[in-house]
């Protein structure tokens, strides 16, 4: 039976959070999400992925945000420019040629840290209390597999990870089979599922029924404040293509399900099973089988988001984004 988490303990301290990440406007309001709550959320630092766009996209685009947010002493690390084995697939057709078409955001005064976004992830799981740090995951998983392989040690020092990533009941976005941040690096999505450690996956699954109709939009704009223009501009943009994909009322919103459900787990549903990346398909590389019927008697090692309340969903993260400039 699905089970609903219900908020304890930990949601009522504040999180230390080390955000993976390649904005894609639905991750911009991810991270837009996670400012607006620093109640909530105290977030180390941002790590740039390759994925919906190149590196060099994702990198500025974090500085962009943070600078939108008024958050400018958030420290930004590039990550690796490339998947751990493949080469890059990207999303242009969703997100335009920057990644995070839509408003004019200007050119960010603040600049990206020296160090490297593996080392800063190590470094910091080594230098804070074991078990005080949650991995965001809003992109491809690759950094955090690379600083796992690179320093297993971290591995238990790590809180928990909270993902995007990965379909089941519903079908893929990038092929019939995949979702786009398993499908860009698989090994890493496998690496970081087979670590042990506790791992929240908010799928397709979940983020196809959080559909951004023009009322939830408008109430972004409506908020009369530069961070909810932008929201509204930026998914105003990056809707077009799934629009005219799925012929719905309104497109799934998917990165801002992470902090949704770190801050309030009981209006989403699902239950722990064992979750396995497809690796070598011919037709379903990056495909994540879930194990959601308990056929296989496999280990549990995620708890896997099936589905949630839509309503109460952009009530939360419309009233986050309120509280930013
Ligand atoms: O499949 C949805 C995910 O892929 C989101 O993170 C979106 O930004 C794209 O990267």
């Known amino acids: 039976m699905a089970a609903r988490r219900r908020a304890g303990d930990d949601q009522l301290m504040t999180r230390q959070l080390i955000i993976l990440t390649d904005p894609g406007q639905d991750q911009a309001a991810a991270i837009l999400t996670i400012l607006g709550r620093p109640d909530a959320f105290e977030v ?33 690390f590039a990550g690796a420019p490339l998947p751990m ?17 839509g ?24 230098s804070r209390p074991e078990g005080s740090v949650t991995i965001c995951g809003l992109s491809p998983l690759t950094n955090l597999a690379l600083a796992f392989r690179i320093a297993p040690d ?3 020092r790590v809180k928990e990870i909270v993902a995007m990533l990965g379909a089941y009941f519903e079908l893929g976005n990038i092929t019939p089979t995949a979702e786009f941040n398993c499908y860009v690096d698989p090994e890493a999505a496998d690496v970081v599922l087979r670590s042990g450690l506790k791992i929240t996956l908010l799928p397709l699954d979940v983020t196809h029924q959080m559909r951004s109709t023009r009322g939830r939009l408008d109430a972004f704009s409506a908020l009369g404040n530069r961070s909810g223009r932008a929201t509204d501009e930026m998914l105003t943009f990056s809707e077009a293509f799934d629009l005219k994909k799925y012929g719905w009322d309104g497109a799934p919103l998917h990165g801002p399900c992470v902090p949704a459900y770190m801050l309030a787990p009981e209006i989403f549903d699902g239950r722990t099973c064992a979750v396995e990346v497809e690796l070598t398909g011919k037709l379903t590389q990056g495909m994540t089988v879930v194990d959601y019927w308990q056929i296989t008697g496999k280990a549990h090692n995620a708890f896997w988001v099936r589905s949630g309340d839509a309503n109460a969903y952009y009530r939360l993260i419309t009233e986050a984004i309120g509280n930013l400039p």
């Open 85 to 101: 084995r493949r080469d890059l697939v990207m999303a242009e057709h969703v997100h335009g040629p920057t990644g995070l078409d």
């Open 154 to 156: 971290i591995v238990p």
């Open 44 to 76: 180390l630092g941002l790590v740039a992925t390759a994925g919906n766009i190149g590196l060099d996209h994702t990198l500025g685009n974090c500085l962009k945000l943070l600078e939108l947010a008024g958050r400018p002493d958030i420290p930004v």
């Open 103 to 126: 408003p004019d955001l200007p050119t960010p005064a603040i600049r990206p840290q020296a160090q490297h976004g593996v080392d800063f992830i190590i470094e910091t799981l080594r």
